[in-house]
């Protein structure tokens, strides 16, 4: 089992930025993609960013540019920093981990929103 801990939502105004972090502890030594999703209210869960183990990281077209990923394996902790914060990026984050033995697992979420 993988425990996943997510922090660093908040309100924030348009223009600001943010930074989630998402720490992974239990059998968390082998991670292979870490992921940031989200989900807005009446709208489906849509991938924001995805790092692999290769460290080559992709994007929704919507967050390209303002958004980067990046991961911290000693700590296997994954972030997401968000720039130039837009009102419809306001949705509940998620983070997503899937280990070497393909088993996926999903954090509780954390509530960002972007005031205009």
């Known amino acids: 089992q993988v425990q996943l801990v997510e922090s660093g939502g908040g309100l924030v105004q348009a223009g600001g930025s943010l930074r989630l972090s998402c720490a992974a502890s239990?059998?968390?030594?082998?991670?292979?993609?870490m992921a940031w999703y989200r989900q807005a209210p009446g709208k489906q869960r849509e991938l924001v960013a995805i790092?692999?183990?290769?460290?080559?990281?992709n994007y929704a077209d919507s967050v390209k540019g303002r958004f980067t990923i990046s991961r911290d394996n000693a700590k296997n902790t994954v972030y997401l920093q968000m720039n130039s914060l837009k009102p419809e990026d306001t949705a509940v984050y998620y983070c997503?981990?899937?280990?070497?033995?393909?088993?996926?697992?999903w954090g509780q979420g954390t509530q960002v929103t972007v005031s205009s």
């Open positions: 790092i692999t183990t290769g460290d080559n990281p």
């Open positions: 239990g059998s968390s030594s082998r991670l292979n993609s």
């Open positions: 997503r981990v899937v280990t070497t033995w393909s088993s996926a697992f």
